[in-house]
T-cell receptor, first 115, second 112 residues
Framework: NAGVMQNPRHLVRRRGQEARLRCSPM?????VYWYRQLPEEGLKFMVY????????ESGMPKERFSAEFPKEGPSILRIQQVVRGDSAAYFC?????????????FGNGTRLTVT | QQQVKQSPQSLIVQKGGIPIINCAYE??????FPWYQQFPGKGPALLIA?????SEKKEGRFTISFNKSAKQFSLHIMDSQPGDSATYFC???????????FGTGTRLTVIP
């Protein structure tokens, strides 16, 4: 089953460290989305990427957060100098087309804990 | 601000009952309304979706009702089972947009 693969499943970082979250989309999907889920809240859009391009990063915090989707390899969400407020579940989703026309397929998420 | 408002926050029903989850939106450009089901420790999975050209869509025990004039839509689960216990999210987007706007979720518990 070639679903959306995210790793690691759990990540613990101390304040000030860097967190790298990886996402491999479903086979044949070239659109990748990152969402953040805080406890007891819905998912909030962060960024939308296609291969080698950031299409929409309107949901990304202006500092410390970055994302990429290189020609080869998984998409990476990078959080520099993590703070306690970054603790959340980060979900990656992929689709064969942009969101408005096709459903999103989500991975099982990376749960980031900042101590 | 919250683009999609969802209620209730939590819901407990007996097995066989019909839980109803409601969502409302303001943006009249939205034209795609999916529902996602999420089990603990898992990612959301698409359950059923509707577009505004129909007022109801049924798939198995799950039904979406859509009221375009009221800008509301709801999920009904017929003959609910303990295995339906999960968190349900409604969402909305418009064609050509880059992201889905999610509601805040409803935690459903079906008691055996």
């Amino acid at each position: 089953n070639a679903g959306v693969m995210q790793n690691p499943r759990h990540l613990v970082r101390r304040r000030g460290q860097e967190a790298r979250l990886r996402c491999s989309p479903m086979k044949g999907h070239s659109h990748v989305y990152w969402y953040r889920q805080l406890p007891e809240e819905g998912l909030k859009f962060m960024v939308y990427l296609q291969k080698e391009n950031i299409i929409d990063e309107s949901g990304m915090p202006k500092e410390r957060f970055s994302a990429e989707f290189p020609k080869e390899g998984p998409s990476i969400l990078r959080i520099q100098q993590v703070v306690r407020g970054d603790s959340a579940a980060y979900f990656c989703a992929s689709s064969p087309q942009s969101t408005g026309n096709s459903p999103l397929h989500f991975g099982n998420g990376t749960r980031l804990t900042v101590t | 601000q919250q683009q999609v408002k969802q209620s209730p926050q939590s819901l407990i029903v007996q097995k066989g009952g019909i839980p109803i989850i409601n969502c409302a939106y303001e943006n009249t450009a939205f034209d795609y309304f999916p529902w996602y089901q999420q089990f603990p420790g898992k990612g959301p999975a698409l359950l059923i979706a509707i577009r505004p050209d129909v007022s109801e869509k049924k798939e198995g025990r799950f039904t979406i009702s859509f009221n375009k004039s009221a800008k509301q839509f709801s999920l009904h689960i017929m003959d609910s089972q303990p295995g339906d216990s999960a968190t349900y999210f409604c969402a909305a987007s418009e064609t050509g947009a880059n992201n889905l706007f999610f509601g805040t979720g409803t935690r459903l518990t079906v008691i055996p």
